[in-house]
């Protein structure tokens, strides 16, 4: 600012800062020129500019031309200037060549813009550190000048950041833990450093602050919205100043305008979800001066759902200063690039700036001929153009886009006057790829495939994307999940069609039905390219994601899935392997339950969203299992769910009364138990009528509620090369689990020190209610070629009902089942570690040790955090020293075998048998 005010030879300027306290420095600074006569930007007589404070409005013009005439710069605020009359404003434009805006990211709220709007004719100049807002509006204006922040790193304005990460998984304790590594760290730094801890809400405040009263020493106070007295504010902020207290507890008095460089530890009691903000309080702790040490944060890195561009801040072990580097500096190279793209276009009104469309992910694709397209035909290609009565289009020759935006009035069905109505709004978004020859066509109102405008763009003989090209969108795609799958099915000369839906589909369709199958639409998620992705697609040639982008990123979407739709490499027919096929049934199939699972929700759905009531104790769904209480292939389906100390009955009974089919969930017995979540409690066995768990029967196949799946062929019988045989002498076959006291003599100790014997990084004793498996070993799995994975093994241990192996059925009912449940932590193995995290310790009869048998907390969090990035793959084993893989029975490889088809058909994850020789 002091820079342009005197190269510019401004004559006068008003400045508008968002406080009062920013309002007293950034006058002073005017004042003083800051340092430019120190560096010798100006001559050492160079006059100094007279500076005007506004602290309230005037009360004519006549006093506002004083004050403005008598003053080379005149700062106030927004509150102050935004308040004024029109005529006072106007007044303010008539006297001012220039508008400075400090802290423009506030630019998009209501009071700023129409500020602003004043100054259209004039000069504008903003200035932020942060160019982008938590709501996506966009900050217009042209960005010409941007320093970054490794400049500033390296030129000594900021100094380098320490992160240290707290991994605290128990609610009880974060805090606590946060604070004592925050204290720690003030006792190390030089003796004018001051502490921060930051909280959300004044609440919190109150209870963090009980924990920093214990550090007299330190003086510590605490400063907020909930402190009235405006004399006791200002006494908080005195000791701070003064150095007197060195510790302050704030929610967001510390903001904007308050410069206190002493601020160099950070306690992130509740972390920011913002980019802008934490740029913000980063700015704050990073400001250099000699007497000053290095900034540190502090924040807990456990469970932290925080938006996808902070993720990479608040990991354990993260370099946070290059890492704060890459977020800002994306931010502002994204919003940079997006300006550019904007100002390509010509002649498109103000009133709907290009910056500002964030359409949905979605298009139709035509493969043109032609050399040059034509985009300003446009309006012979749409349908009922003539009948709109606003139309704006725009193209960017460079970009080979054009934007159309439609409006039309429309009536109101609660009345019949013609002045009474409301304005449909569309959006087209064309574009042309003169490499590929693609023409893609985006319409917000996704109403058909809009022939004649690709005709009328890029000639009569353009030809639709569609068919099976469009599937090959899905290709690429990693840990791709089909959401749902829509078929159509060819029965003589009827047509029918299907929709599959629910979290991998694709894994559970067979071989048998493909013959008479072809795919109508495919929905479905995974990761590309680092990120979270979804794509959709139709038959039709209609494409579609759940993303919402701007116009300069659906551009390059369009370019993403258009490489794909001419790959002739891709094969879509590799999409689907066949159907499935629900019906409802009236009773209960007579086979044997080998498996119930919780509902789908809960595991689609964050684990800690859903917890179950006894009474006024309530239990984590971590720590609670549902379990079949009986193996019967006759009556009702009886179940069981369970927790420590807490166990309830329950029963699944099918009726059929005048063709009409129906099931219940009734409790048979045990404690009373509702299921607390979204703040209500709600009889469980209410929850699973309209969540119903899932029974899985020994052939493979399924029951939810009254709805009965089976599969379309008989799985193929367990290969012996797949069954591994282990020698158990020292071990009681008939003893499980090892217990807080480590029974050398239980299967799951053996298994434990084999696994800590080998190349695992963690291996954790998950056994007990709520269990994802007995144990679980990780590693993380390193390649020459680079392509390095996390592997998971999933160990399911169960004792033998006699002393000596044999072939018995029985001993293998449950363990299969369990096996087929763990399957679903192939879905987000970032939970599989929180659950992991969060069930440690193990108690029991008052003991408690950690689950940790080796590596830790800390080692499973950077592992959990490379999840993310790169590969996870899964293994699944059993381990029944009950079975003798040379006795063993066909009927016990068949069951093995529907095992094994279950996790290949599902999530493919390869599976194993350990038995005894």
């Known amino acids: 600012m002091l820079s342009v005010l ?25 004042s003083s020129l800051g340092i430019l006569k120190e560096l010798g930007v100006i001559p050492g007589n160079h006059h100094y500019p007279i500076v005007g404070m506004l602290k309230s409005k005037p009360d004519s013009i006549a006093e506002l031309d004083q004050i403005f005439e008598q003053s080379n ?69 042209k960005i010409i000048f941007k320093y970054p922040l490794k400049k500033a790193l390296e030129n000594g304005y900021f100094k380098k950041i320490h992160f240290k990460p707290v991994n605290e998984f128990d609610p009880e304790k974060v805090d606590t833990a946060i604070a004592e590594k925050a204290v720690a760290q003030l006792r190390e730094d030089p003796i004018n450093h001051i502490l921060m801890a930051r909280v959300e809400t004044v609440a919190r405040a109150e209870e963090v602050f009980r924990i920093y009263e214990q550090y007299r020493e330190f003086n510590p106070v605490q400063i907020h919205s909930g402190i009235k007295s405006k004399k006791d504010r200002e006494r908080v902020r005195q000791e701070l100043l003064t150095g007197r207290s060195r510790i302050v507890v704030c929610v967001d008095m510390l903001g ?57 801040l608040y990991e354990h072990d993260a370099d946070w200063n290059v890492l704060l580097e890459q977020s800002s500096e994306e931010a502002i190279g994204g919003q ?79 009345i019949k006057v013609n002045e009474v109505y409301n304005w449909d709004w569309e959006l087209y978004i064309v574009y042309w790829n003169s490499e590929t020859k693609l023409l893609f066509i985006h ?29 090959r969108t899905l290709s690429g795609i990693k840990r791709l999940l089909l959401y749902n799958v829509g078929l159509r099915k060819q029965l003589g000369r009827l047509i029918r069609y299907t929709m599959q839906a629910g979290s991998d589909v694709e894994a559970g369709l067979g071989e048998t039905a493909k013959r008479n199958v072809t795919k109508s639409n495919l929905f479905g998620g995974g990761y590309e390219h680092g990120k979270r992705t979804s794509i959709g697609c139709s038959r039709k040639g209609r494409i579609w994601s759940r993303r919402i982008v701007n116009i300069e990123a659906l551009i390059g979407w369009f370019n993403s899935v258009g490489a794909k739709v001419i790959d002739e490499t891709i094969d879509p027919d590799e999409i689907l392997k066949g159907t499935l096929k629900p019906k409802i049934v009236g009773s209960r199939p007579a086979k044997v339950p080998v498996r119930i699972d919780w509902p789908e929700k809960f595991y689609m759905e964050t684990e800690t969203d859903f917890a179950f009531t006894y009474g006024t104790r309530k239990v984590p769904l971590h720590m609670t299992d549902i379990n079949l209480k009986d193996i019967s292939d006759t009556g009702n389906i009886e179940f069981t769910v369970k927790s420590d100390n807490y ?10 009364v005048d063709d009409v089919q129906e099931y219940k969930f009734a409790r048979t017995g045990g404690d009373v138990v509702k299921i607390y979540s979204k703040g209500q409690d709600i009889p469980l066995e209410e929850f699973f009528y309209y969540n119903p768990p899932v029974v899985w029967f020994a052939d493979g196949s399924s029951l939810e509620g009254n709805t009965y799946t089976e599969l379309n062929s008989e799985p193929i019988a367990f290969a012996d090369s797949k069954i591994e045989a282990w020698n158990w002498s020292g071990t009681n076959i008939r003893r499980e689990s090892q217990g807080v006291t480590k029974d050398q003599e239980s299967i799951q100790y053996k298994v434990i020190q084999k696994l800590i014997a080998d190349d695992s990084e963690i291996v954790v004793n998950d056994d007990g209610s709520g269990e994802a498996a007995d144990i679980v070993a990780v590693r993380v799995v390193e390649t020459e070629g680079g392509d ?104 016990q490889k068949k069951l093995l075998g529907v095992t094994e088809n279950y996790l290949t058909e599902t999530y493919e994850l390869p599976f194993k048998a350990i038995v005894s020789e």
Not at 106 to 123: D, M, P, Q, S, V
Not at 283 to 295: A, I, K, Q, W
Not at 647 to 656: D, V
Request: proline share 4%; charged share 25%.
């Open 788 to 891: 390095n994975y996390v592997e998971i093994d999933l160990y399911h241990c169960k004792f033998s009902s006699e002393d000596t192996p044999g072939a018995r059925l029985k001993d293998l009912y449950e363990v299969s089942g369990q096996a087929q449940r763990s399957s679903y932590w192939r879905e987000n193995p970032s939970r599989l570690f929180s659950h992991l995290m969060r069930r440690d310790p193990m108690r029991e009869n008052g003991q408690e040790v950690s689950r940790f048998e080796k590596g830790d907390k800390n080692v499973l969090q950077k592992i959990s955090r490379m999840s993310e990035i790169i590969e996870s793959r899964m293994n699944i084993y059993i381990v029944q020293p009950g079975i003798s893989k040379a006795r063993i029975s066909e009927e």
């Open 6 to 30: 005197v190269s510019k030879q401004c004559t006068k300027v008003l400045v508008i800062v968002p406080t009062d306290a920013l309002r007293s420095q950034i006058a002073g600074k005017f």
């Open 256 to 312: 904007e305008g308050f410069d206190l460089p002493e601020l160099k530890i950070a306690a992130f009691h509740d972390i920011r979800k913002s980019l802008a903000v934490t740029l913000q309080l980063a700015g704050r702790f990073t400001r250099s001066r000699v007497d000053l040490g290095e900034p540190t944060f502090i924040a807990n890195v456990a469970d932290v759902g925080v938006r996808d561009e902070l993720r990479k």
């Open 336 to 414: 940079i690039s997006l300006h550019q793209f904007a100002e390509g276009f010509v002649d498109f009104p103000a009133d709907i700036p290009l910056q500002n469309l964030h359409p949905a992910t979605s298009t139709v694709i035509y493969k043109t001929k032609c050399t040059e397209w034509n985009p300003d035909n446009f309006e012979r290609g749409i349908k009922g153009l003539g009948s709109v009565d606003k139309i704006f289009h725009s193209i960017n020759p460079h970009a080979n886009t054009l934007v159309i935006v439609t409006a039309k009035k429309v009536p109101v069905d609660w």
């Open 443 to 471: 319409s917000s109102s996704n109403a058909g495939y809009f022939p004649t405008l690709a005709q009328a763009v890029a000639g009569a003989d353009v030809e639709l994307v569609q068919n099976n090209d469009v599937f």
């Open 73 to 141: 710069v005149i700062v106030t605020t927004i509150n102050i200037a935004g308040q004024m009359s029109s005529e006072l404003q106007e007044r303010m434009v008539h006297h001012c060549e220039y508008l400075f805006i400090d802290e423009a990211h506030h630019i998009g709220a209501r009071t700023w813009k129409e500020l602003k709007g004043k100054f259209k004719n004039r000069k504008i100049l903003q200035f932020t550190a942060t160019p982008f807002r938590n709501d996506n509006v966009t900050i217009d204006g």
């Open 647 to 656: 166990s309830t009955n329950f029963s699944l009974q099918l009726t059929e």
